[in-house]
Structure formats: structure tokens, C-alpha cells
């Protein structure tokens, strides 16, 4: 047995609202996912639309799996694989990038991990403005479809970071970037679109929700512009990013 | 000859793509791109069919004479088995 799993945490109960849904999550107290979600504790009536919480066996388990993980990390990771595997009956999904507000429009930049993705926002915050742009998620922000409307929502799972916002905001464009001497957006067609999303995505297992998740991504793509971004680390590319995604 | 139960074709903004689920994600993790009648052919598929009734069935739906049926379908039936999607 592993001798993480001795550890012993108190645990908390709480009611939370995430990307416009009912949440119990029941957590350990101190843990990252407690403490990043504190700012999304919100009374509401009934009961919780989705639950969420990883019993000790459980956790062992999965720890033993990847022991180079505190056992909060790995409740860090399998509450989020919860949180996104249910939020596909809502019309959500997680998109790996890091999502930055202007003008109260979302912008979603994708890559994998070390690419640049929060790099690229926070030049977007430089340029346009520490008080007129925000993160709203900087590893993990949800797309959801609320009442025909995509808009993206932070979440507490942010990554590394604990940059996240409990607030839902039209999206207006998603970029996968590539880093580059020079800066450059293209529109990218719908076709590799799909597979870029998917594979930024955590992909569900079971038919039903593969088929739910293509739907979404369907819908998404019918009113959301998706491009491929080639850029380095100056302001400039942040503007050729907010030019190309506002035209 | 069906095409495997772990893979699933939906059409997403206006393409035909197949993904796989449950097993098959273990074993493959990417997507597949099928044009029109590679679409067509792979819901004949969906169902247990012979080489001669997808013939038949694309004789039926597209505007092609025997001779290219026949060489489509021999051609979309071997790429499928190179990629181990059949299930004979």
C-alpha cells in the first residue's frame, strides 16, 4: 500500500456554481480543486445537477497509477475528469487553452503544453490592458451552449496557475498557435478543425457521449471561427491575433 | 463483412468523420476524414453486407457504371482492412 494514501484530510461539502451548473463537490479541505473552486461556492435550491467527489480508495488507486502525483494533485486532475465527462449532458465541453476576456468577448488559445498558450495572453494583457482584459481560464476553460449562445466559462480547474473566473462570456474565435519568427493567422478549415479540437479535448469513452461531444462540436464550429495562429513572444502578436479573430 | 462496433461516423460541420470509442480508442486516437460515398459505403457497412450488395447499393445511389462500382468498392473494402476497421 502506498504510503500516501495514510494521509488523512478533513474533508468540506460544498455547493458550488460552475460554467452555469449546479455543483456538489465534496473535497478535501486545503486540496488545490478546494481551494481554487472557493470563489464558486453559491447557494442554490434543489439538488445539485452534477456531484462530485473522489473517495479515498478511489484516489489511491489512481495515485498508484501516476505516483509522481500528490494524492491532492491526482484529486486535482480526476475531479476535473469528472467535471468534464458529465458536462457533456449540459452542452459543455473543456478546451485545453488558455481563454483571455477583451471587450467582454472570450479569445481561446490551444497548443500542447509548452507552446506558448499562456504566454500569448499575457502579451494580450500588456497590450490591451491589465484593467481591460482578464483570464478567464488559463488551462482548462469550459464551451458550453446556453440558450443557442457559445460562450466560455472559467472554471477552478486553471492549471498550474489559479488565474480563473467564475464567468460566462461570448466566444469569439479559437486559435491553435504554433510558435514562429513571424505573426500570422489563418482561417482554419473546419475539417482540421475537428481534429484539432479532439485532440484538446479529454475524449469521452462511451459511444453516447462521443456522439453528444460531435453534436457540440458541430454547433460550435457553425457559429465560432477556429485559426491557426504562427507567433512569437512581441505585442505584435497579440494585435495580428485580435485583428484576425475580429474581422 | 461489418465495419468494427468501436467506431462511430457523424457528419460535423458539413464532414464525414469516424471516431473511435470504447475499445477502439485504446487502440487508435485520431480521426478519420471519409468523402461523400467513403461515407456512404461505410454505412452500408454499419450492417452486416457483402461486396455485392455495397455494389449493388452504390449502383443505386451514385451515377457510376458497374466497372467503377465494383473497383470503388474493392478499393474502400481494402483500405478498411488495412486499417483493421472490419470485422469479417
Known amino acids: 500500500m502506498n504510503s500516501k494514501s495514510q494521509e488523512i484530510f478533513e474533508v468540506s461539502k460544498e455547493k458550488y456554481v460552475i460554467s452555469g451548473i449546479n455543483v456538489g463537490m465534496i473535497l478535501r479541505k486545503g486540496g488545490i480543486i478546494e481551494t481554487q473552486a472557493q470563489k464558486y461556492i453559491k447557494d442554490f435550491e434543489g439538488y445539485p445537477q452534477i456531484v462530485i467527489g473522489i473517495n479515498d480508495g478511489r484516489l489511491a488507486f489512481e495515485n498508484a497509477k501516476t505516483p509522481s502525483l500528490s494524492l491532492l494533485e491526482s484529486e486535482y486532475m480526476l475531479t476535473g475528469a469528472k467535471f468534464c465527462e458529465e458536462l457533456i449532458a449540459f452542452d459543455g465541453f473543456m478546451l485545453h487553452s488558455s481563454a483571455v476576456v477583451y471587450e467582454n468577448k472570450a479569445y481561446l488559445f490551444s497548443a500542447p503544453s509548452g507552446t506558448g498558450k499562456s504566454t500569448h495572453t499575457t502579451i494580450w494583457r500588456r497590450v490591451f490592458g491589465e484593467d481591460k482584459t482578464f483570464i478567464l481560464n488559463d488551462d482548462k476553460p469550459v464551451i458550453r451552449i446556453v440558450d443557442g449562445k457559445v460562450l466560455a466559462f472559467g472554471t477552478p480547474w486553471s492549471g498550474k496557475t489559479d488565474h480563473n473566473e467564475n464567468v460566462g462570456v461570448p466566444l469569439q474565435g479559437i486559435c491553435f498557435v504554433e510558435r514562429s519568427e513571424t505573426n500570422r493567422i489563418m482561417p482554419m478549415s473546419p475539417k482540421d478543425a475537428i481534429h484539432r479540437l479532439l485532440d484538446q479535448t479529454l475524449r469521452p469513452q462511451n459511444g453516447e457521449n462521443m456522439s453528444k461531444l460531435l453534436d457540440l462540436l458541430d454547433k460550435v464550429l457553425s457559429s465560432v471561427k477556429v485559426h491557426t495562429l504562427q507567433c512569437n513572444m512581441e505585442d505584435e502578436a497579440a494585435i495580428v491575433a485580435y485583428n484576425g479573430m475580429n474581422k | ?88
Open chain 2, 1 to 88: 463483412m461489418k465495419v468494427k462496433k468501436d467506431y462511430m461516423l457523424r457528419s460535423v460541420a458539413g464532414y464525414a468523420v469516424v471516431v473511435p470509442v470504447g475499445e477502439g480508442a485504446m487502440n487508435f486516437n485520431g480521426v478519420i476524414n471519409l468523402n461523400d460515398s467513403g461515407a456512404f459505403l461505410w454505412k452500408t457497412m454499419e450492417n452486416d453486407v457483402t461486396e455485392e450488395q455495397m455494389v449493388a447499393a452504390l449502383l443505386d445511389e451514385y451515377d457510376v457504371d458497374e466497372e467503377r462500382a465494383n473497383a470503388d468498392v474493392a478499393a474502400f473494402i481494402k483500405k478498411m482492412r488495412e486499417a483493421n476497421l472490419i470485422d469479417d
